[in-house]
């Protein structure tokens, strides 16, 4: 038994079974670890642009307080000019 054993595990034909069977896991692996990175990357861009329209968003909030304010400044000194051109 133990030598048809030695015989079939020597034999080059095991040995290239063995080969292709390890390039494929090989193979598999490298496949696994790429769909990861992938998600990853995908995530990330997502993130970013998630973070990116926040800002916008916050930048656009920011300008309209300032017309606001600005705005009821003007009017606020309008008034005043109002009262004074009336005394």
């Known amino acids: 038994v133990q030598e048809r054993i030695a015989a079939r595990v020597g034999s080059r034909e095991f040995e290239r079974t063995m080969q292709e069977k390890i390039r494929e896991e090989i193979e598999r692996h490298f496949s696994l670890v790429k769909i990861e990175m992938d998600m990853k990357k995908k995530k990330l ?12 968003r916050s930048k656009q909030e920011l300008e309209a307080i300032i017309r606001t304010n600005q705005q009821k400044m003007q009017e606020q000194q309008q008034r005043v000019a109002q009262e004074l051109g009336t005394q």
């Open 45 to 56: 861009i997502e993130e970013f642009q998630q973070q990116r329209d926040q800002e916008e």
